[in-house]
């Protein structure tokens, strides 16, 4: 079992950077795949970029260029820059012991990204 904190969330004006992170305990070592997904309100969940073990990235197009998501051993990273109102919404890590391009084994509680105009 793989315990999941992001921290970093917060408001940002459009074109500005935020930097999330995501802690993990528990069963670290199962861990192949990480990622962030996002939900804004009235819509639904979206991936937003994925990193597997090696270090295959692969990325949302609508944060293609903008948005570098990294690991270490056990947390994985989201860093934002140029961002804009449409990247508002709850963000998600999740885990998962496969070499997936989604992964969904573990979550974490989610943390508000507000981009303002």
């Known amino acids: 079992q793989v315990q999941l904190v992001e921290s970093g969330g917060g408001l940002v004006q459009a074109g500005g950077s935020l930097r999330l992170s995501c802690a993990a305990s528990?069963?670290?070592?199962?861990?192949?795949?990480m990622g962030w997904y996002r939900q804004a309100p009235g819509k639904q969940r979206e991936l937003v970029a994925v990193i597997i073990r090696g270090g295959t990235t692969i990325y949302a197009d609508s944060v293609k260029g903008r948005f570098t998501i990294s690991r270490d051993n056990a947390a994985v990273y989201l860093q934002m820059n140029s961002v804009k109102p449409e990247d508002t919404a709850v963000y998600y890590c999740?885990?998962?012991?496969?070499?997936?391009?989604?992964?969904?084994?573990?979550w974490g509680q989610g943390t508000q990204v507000t981009v303002s105009s």
């Open positions: 999740a885990v998962d012991p496969r070499p997936t391009t989604q992964p969904l084994g573990s």
């Open positions: 528990g069963s670290i070592s199962s861990i192949n795949a």
